[in-house]
């Protein structure tokens, strides 16, 4: 029997019956996990808060959930609150530890800068760290610069984003799972069903917050021409955050329609993909986000930042638009490079993903952790 114990900050929740559900992303992708272990425990953080609408509960009881206190954040009372918990976690990862045969930490976190000290140092496991942030980051946090020297400075393996010169041995490029082979299936038939005509839908998905690029999106959409706006139907925005009612009080003036969702569950996601001809995504740091590689399998065309590994996967005007300046005008720059695409245009960049999608399914990952790590 095979049993995994993963550690990580990903957000659990008690919903209102009293079920244990998490962060829909992550879940999903463990619960995949189980065609690979028999059993698996998951060490994580469980809020006091309502569970968000894309929460999703684990698949199997062959999944265990062991909660431990949500700390972190950015004041001094957040840092002090990660102090005074370090016994408690380090404790409950050692005894979990003693019975499992591999363990996963997913990296950058808080209480990454505790945990990876004690797992090189206290702990002959078999395991590796998922480093799921961008592993070229420019002034990252000073907690993410350690983590990441920590990693470099020991044997195990790391899978990262993208192919970077010069990476260490044990460094592994991983592409992060987010697509079924059903989804990959219906992707298909999306594509070839989807309508590329006046007026096209655009969709963003993630945290309402600038340094996601939503800021950018509302001032660049507000910046085209009136002929270029007629050309939009609707912004769809998914996600939530707390600047949430100020973006909505700034598009209000915008001749453009957004629609703000909040929240939504995987499936609802899915079908604004298959109504959407394009994904925004101007952020100004990424490792590889999901919602590009989940977005293109329905046919959304992506117009997004060329930060971190998105570069090496998006080329400009082959499959997708990149943004080398991170601001409204090249934002605008290439909305407007969009809205001239032609129906075969659009058809040559939309086959052209085919080259790679694959790879982000959760068989070929689980497939690549028995081949190369397990």
Same mark, same amino acid.
């Given at each position: 029997?095979?049993? *995994?114990? =993963?550690?990580s900050h $990903?957000?659990?929740?008690?919903?209102?019956?009293? !079920?244990i559900?998490?962060?829909g992303?992550?879940?999903?992708?463990?619960?995949?996990?189980?065609?690979?272990?028999?059993k =698996?425990t998951h060490?994580?953080? *469980?809020?006091?808060?309502?569970?968000?609408?894309?929460?999703?509960?684990y698949?199997?009881?062959?999944i &265990?959930f062991?909660p431990?206190?949500?700390v972190g954040g950015?004041t001094?009372?957040?840092?002090?609150?990660?102090?005074k918990?370090?016994?408690?976690?380090?404790?409950?990862i050692?005894?979990h530890? #003693?019975?499992?045969?591999?363990f996963q930490f997913r990296a950058?976190? /808080?209480?990454g800068?505790?945990? =990876? +000290?004690?797992?090189?140092?206290f702990?002959s496991?078999n395991?590796?760290?998922?480093?799921?942030?961008?592993w070229?980051?420019?002034?990252?946090?000073?907690a993410? #610069?350690?983590?990441?020297?920590?990693?470099?400075?020991?044997? #195990?393996?790391?899978?990262?984003?993208?192919?970077?010169?010069g990476?260490?041995?044990?460094?592994?490029?991983?592409?992060?799972?987010?697509? $079924?082979?059903? @989804?990959m299936?219906? /992707?298909?038939?999306s594509?070839e @069903? &989807?309508?590329?005509?006046?007026?096209?839908n655009?969709? %963003?998905? /993630?945290?309402?917050?600038?340094?996601?690029?939503?800021d950018?999106?509302?001032d660049?959409?507000s910046? *085209?021409a009136?002929?270029?706006?007629q050309?939009i139907?609707?912004?769809?925005?998914? /996600?939530d955050?707390e600047? !949430?009612?100020?973006? &909505?009080q &700034? $598009?209000?003036?915008?001749?453009?329609?957004?629609?703000?969702h909040g %929240?939504?569950?995987?499936?609802?996601v899915?079908?604004?993909?298959?109504?959407s001809?394009a994904i925004?995504?101007?952020?100004s740091s @990424?490792g590889? +986000?999901?919602?590009?590689?989940?977005? !293109?399998n329905?046919?959304?065309?992506?117009?997004?930042?060329?930060?971190?590994?998105i570069?090496?996967?998006? $080329?400009?005007g082959h499959?997708g638009f990149?943004l080398n300046?991170?601001?409204s005008?090249g934002?605008k720059?290439?909305?407007?490079?969009f809205?001239? *695409?032609?129906?075969?245009?659009y058809?040559? !960049?939309?086959?052209? #993903?085919n080259?790679?999608i694959?790879?982000?399914?959760?068989?070929?990952?689980n497939q690549?952790?028995l081949d190369?790590?397990?």
């Amino acid at each position: 029997m095979k049993h *995994l114990t =993963i550690i990580s900050h $990903t957000e659990h929740y008690l919903n209102s019956d009293g !079920m244990i559900v998490g962060l829909g992303s992550t879940i999903t992708e463990i619960n995949h996990l189980l065609q690979v272990f028999d059993k =698996i425990t998951h060490i994580a953080m *469980l809020h006091a808060s309502s569970a968000p609408p894309n929460a999703l509960p684990y698949s199997s009881d062959r999944i &265990k959930f062991v909660p431990i206190t949500a700390v972190g954040g950015p004041t001094l009372a957040d840092k002090v609150s990660i102090l005074k918990n370090i016994p408690k976690i380090i404790s409950l990862i050692r005894k979990h530890l #003693r019975s499992s045969d591999y363990f996963q930490f997913r990296a950058p976190t /808080g209480i990454g800068v505790f945990v =990876i +000290p004690y797992l090189i140092l206290f702990t002959s496991k078999n395991g590796w760290f998922k480093y799921a942030g961008n592993w070229k980051q420019e002034h990252a946090p000073l907690a993410y #610069r350690f983590q990441k020297w920590l990693l470099e400075h020991q044997s #195990r393996t790391i899978t990262i984003n993208g192919f970077w010169d010069g990476q260490p041995q044990q460094c592994l490029s991983f592409e992060n799972p987010c697509l $079924t082979t059903i @989804e990959m299936d219906e /992707g298909i038939m999306s594509v070839e @069903e &989807k309508s590329f005509r006046c007026p096209f839908n655009f969709c %963003f998905v /993630g945290r309402l917050e600038p340094a996601k690029g939503v800021d950018l999106i509302i001032d660049a959409i507000s910046e *085209l021409a009136s002929d270029e706006q007629q050309k939009i139907g609707v912004i769809h925005i998914v /996600g939530d955050g707390e600047r !949430m009612p100020f973006y &909505k009080q &700034k $598009t209000e003036s915008i001749p453009v329609k957004f629609i703000f969702h909040g %929240f939504l569950p995987r499936q609802k996601v899915h079908e604004i993909y298959k109504n959407s001809q394009a994904i925004l995504l101007p952020s100004s740091s @990424e490792g590889f +986000p999901k919602v590009i590689a989940e977005g !293109m399998n329905y046919g959304c065309i992506p117009i997004v930042s060329n930060v971190s590994s998105i570069g090496h996967y998006i $080329t400009d005007g082959h499959n997708g638009f990149l943004l080398n300046h991170i601001t409204s005008e090249g934002l605008k720059a290439s909305l407007n490079r969009f809205l001239q *695409l032609d129906r075969d245009s659009y058809e040559v !960049m939309t086959a052209s #993903r085919n080259d790679f999608i694959q790879k982000f399914t959760y068989a070929y990952y689980n497939q690549r952790l028995l081949d190369i790590i397990l």
